[in-house]
């Protein structure tokens, strides 16, 4: 049902002509995110500046038990933003001030559509950065939203991990602020850790004070191939059970590789399994002796190729071609929509799930472009089709399917980072049980009217 034009008035007035669209342009804009999912048109956009802003617009979208949809950058993958309802979209992203950084703390107080890459640039100058990199261009409400991690999950943590406080908009309007500028409470229920990977259906996340790392003076990395993804994910759990404590550890399976080797000047990697390992520390002589010890493991497991001592020019073009590496698969693939699967499992069962991966796509004759954080059990594979096709796009969902319930069956889940937004909806139930009722009671209770955000998690 449509905004009533009274209310489109009274929403306007918020925020100004300037800084509201009814225009199918702008509409449009916000129709789809970066997944395969069908696009959504809302009836409005607003662009508010201010946590007063988006308390006045959610009110009165309550009032009207009208839709309303967080938007940070779009540059999500299971639909997590889509207006499947219509309604009103909040576009947060010129919410973008850097608010305070207190070096001494190791703290920043920001707005949510702050650029997570925009806003380690400015860290930078002060030695210290914010950990987790999902590598797109999210916000960091996004990233809390949704609880983004990325390569660096293994050491630092994911988004959540290093939350202090929130300000939050509830469904009602009220403004409320969890958290503690504190390192650490034990005091009351942690509620910044509920609404972080909530993806906007309890609050609408508008400011965020995040605990800051200082950027390390040192770092060696290497690059191992080996004959097998099944050697090469066996290697990644024994490194892990080692003792040792990776900064990254990524798994990069043979195709992805050859698209990197494609799409790269600088890299000509043997088309085969490939895992990046590196250290961050203070002490290059420990990294380079943990090093050593991962040259050992890696040679006991068939490695046939180790190249350590890599430098700092070599070093970030190869971060960005594995950053790159969804960009080179839409390269490779024009015209064609991405089912992205994002499962995590047991450090243990990475053999497993790699194995299972490859032999469905082998035996429905698919191409899937396995890579991910493999040192945090997370594995990622796009596959490319169209979804008009329908048989074919059939065969991309049943590998997807299969692959998440083998996931689920060996204690892991249907989204290590990507969350549920439309695509892994069907996979709550069996991977949360009766806790999936527990769920469903806070969103009622935090959203009673049903507006927030609504067709996405349940």
Request: hydrophobic letters at 40%; glycine letters at 10%.
């Amino acid at each position: 049902m449509p905004i009533p034009d009274s209310f489109l008035q009274r929403l306007q007035g918020v925020v100004g002509p300037k800084r509201f669209s009814t225009g199918i342009s702008n509409l449009t804009l916000h129709s789809k995110d970066e997944s395969f999912h069908a696009p959504h048109l809302p009836d409005a956009v607003a662009w508010p500046k201010s946590t007063g802003e988006v308390s006045q617009l959610v009110r009165i979208c309550n009032e009207g038990k009208i839709p309303v949809t967080p938007w940070g950058a779009g540059t999500s993958l299971e639909g997590n933003p889509i207006p499947v309802k219509g309604g009103l979209v909040i576009d947060l992203q010129q919410m973008n001030k850097i608010l305070e950084i207190r070096e001494d703390d190791l703290q920043v107080d920001v707005q949510a559509g702050v650029v997570f890459k925009d806003l380690n640039k400015k860290l930078k100058q002060y030695g210290l950065f914010f950990p987790p990199d999902p590598g797109a261009s999210a916000t960091i409400g996004g990233m809390v939203a949704n609880n983004a991690s990325g390569i660096r999950a293994i050491k630092y943590g994911a988004t959540k991990d290093l939350i202090q406080q929130l300000t939050v908009v509830l469904a009602d309007g009220e403004i409320i602020r969890p958290g503690t500028l504190s390192f650490k409470t034990s005091s009351g229920l942690d509620l910044c850790r509920l609404f972080a990977g909530s993806e906007g259906i309890l609050g609408i996340i508008t400011e965020i004070t995040l605990r800051l790392t200082g950027i390390p003076p040192e770092f060696l990395s290497a690059v191992v191939s080996f004959a097998t993804a099944k050697e090469a994910s066996s290697t990644i759990s024994q490194i892990i059970r080692s003792g040792l404590s990776p900064a990254a550890l990524e798994f990069i399976g043979k195709d992805a590789v050859r698209l990197i080797n494609k799409y790269t000047e600088e890299f000509n990697f043997p088309e085969a399994p490939l895992v990046f390992v590196e250290f961050h520390g203070t002490n290059r002589e420990g990294m380079a002796a943990d090093l050593e010890l991962v040259r050992e493991i890696c040679e006991e497991n068939g490695a046939s190729r180790f190249e350590a001592g890599i430098g700092r020019q070599a070093r970030a073009k190869l971060w960005d071609a594995r950053y790159n590496l969804h960009d080179f698969i839409l390269r490779e693939y024009p015209g064609l929509e991405p089912m992205a699967i994002d499962t995590a499992v047991p450090i243990s069962k990475l053999p497993k799930i790699v194995a299972f991966a490859e032999e469905l796509c082998k035996e429905r004759g698919i191409i899937g472009y396995i890579f991910g954080h493999a040192g945090s059990g997370n594995i990622h594979m796009p596959m490319m089709g169209n979804p008009n096709d329908k048989a074919t796009w059939a065969v991309l969902e049943e590998i997807n399917h299969k692959l998440v319930a083998f996931a689920i069956s060996l204690g892991g889940t249907a989204t290590g980072e990507h969350g549920v937004g439309i695509g892994k909806m069907q996979y709550m139930e069996l991977e949360h049980g009766n806790s999936l009722k527990v769920m469903k009671k806070i969103k009622k209770l935090l959203d009673p009217r049903g507006i927030l955000n609504p067709g996405k998690m349940f």
